[in-house]
């Protein structure tokens, strides 16, 4: 199996933790703290399975910056649309997606309806854990990659120094 034919729902986390749109950037902070996560997605406030925007730990730095409130709504700060990856979607194609669009994740959706979450980091675990998913990849599709690649590699080194994330 290579990263061309390994799909992203074989590598995402499934229990994804979520917001309402209607909520405020605090009660997100709020959850991403508690659960240690850099980001959270957020839903309609109908319908807790369907992504409507994403908000990251970068985002609420810049409100708090700027002496913005964290008692707006997610509604007004979060990224949207929100750009996903399709459950069937290769690992591969799921980089080039992170890569063009300059984003380290992406929802995983089936029928548009949210069924997980695919990070970078995901990605480049999976690749630590079976090495042979970059069987064929050329030096041309490196250097394509190349941010990704340079995080893959301090990624790497951080995994060797602080296993598990732990600093």
Known sequence: MSI???????????????????QTVKTAARIMSENGIGSIVIVRDD??????GIVTEKDIVRLVWS???????????????V?????????????QTMQAKDIRRLPVVEKGRMVGI???????R???????????????????????????TEFMLSEIYFPGGNR
């Not at 061309?4 to 209607?22: H, L």
């Not at 319908?47 to 409507?52: G, K, L, R, S």
């Open 47 to 52: 319908a807790e399975d369907i992504p409507v």
């Open 118 to 124: 695919v990070t970078e980091k995901d990605i480049f």
């Open 83 to 95: 750009i996903t990856a399709d459950i069937m979607m290769s690992i591969k194609d799921a980089m």
């Open 4 to 22: 061309e034919s390994m799909p992203v729902s074989a590598i995402m986390t499934r229990n994804v933790k979520t917001a309402r749109a209607g």
């Open 67 to 81: 002496s913005q409130s964290l008692d707006i709504s997610l509604q007004e700060v979060m990224r949207k649309p």
């Open 126 to 152: 999976a690749i630590l854990k079976n090495q042979a998913l970059l069987t064929g990849i050329s030096n041309d599709v490196l250097l394509e990659y190349r941010p990704a690649y340079e995080r893959l």
